[in-house]
């Protein structure tokens, strides 16, 4: 295997660790902390979040992991049989389902639900009780595809490394 191999995914395996890292943070602490609150400051304060969290740094690692993964799994199937392809190819592929088609079919349609909605509103009351119970169950599906996409790459670097040397 060569070294843009090598690279290519050790850069995915670093994109899907810090994706795991954000919607780790945001399963264990964030959505906790605005559950906790009044549903018309959870609301405006979840509204902010997912405006400000819209910036070209998201992108690069959001987009740039998932542009990252879609190569790997093209390199994988077309070099099958070199080391650690087949844990590249089921890391790349978890990332590609777990995390963006979760987030695009998921958690997106919610946020565009949620910035509709008016915070001070018994309507919005309800959209915020509906998101958070619908919200919180795919981000964590998409903080364990994100690290267990990342252990496979990993493994498949370690692979790739004991098969070279």
């Known amino acids: 295997m060569s070294d843009a191999t090598f690279l290519l995914r050790f850069a995915a395996a670093l994109g899907t660790g810090l994706m795991a890292g954000l919607f780790f943070a945001f399963s264990v602490s964030v959505m ?6 009044q549903p018309s400051e959870g609301i405006a304060a979840m509204q902010a979040i997912n405006r400000v969290i819209l910036n070209p740094v998201f992108f690069l690692a959001f987009f740039g992991t998932a542009l990252l993964c879609l190569v790997i799994v093209a390199a994988s199937l077309w070099s099958w049989g070199a080391a650690g392809a ?3 190819l089921a890391g790349a592929v978890l990332y590609l389902a777990g995390c963006m088609v979760v987030t695009m079919v998921f958690n997106v349609p919610l946020n565009v639900a949620l910035d509709a909605t008016s915070p001070a509103t018994p309507e919005g009351a309800a959209v915020w009780a509906n998101y958070l119970a619908n919200w919180v169950p795919w981000n964590h ?3 364990v595809a994100c690290l267990a996409a990342s252990a496979l790459l990993t493994m498949a670097i370690y692979v790739q490394g004991r098969a070279a040397g």
């Open 141 to 143: 599906v998409r903080t």
């Open 86 to 88: 087949g844990y590249a």
């Open 32 to 37: 906790g902390a605005l559950a906790r609150i």
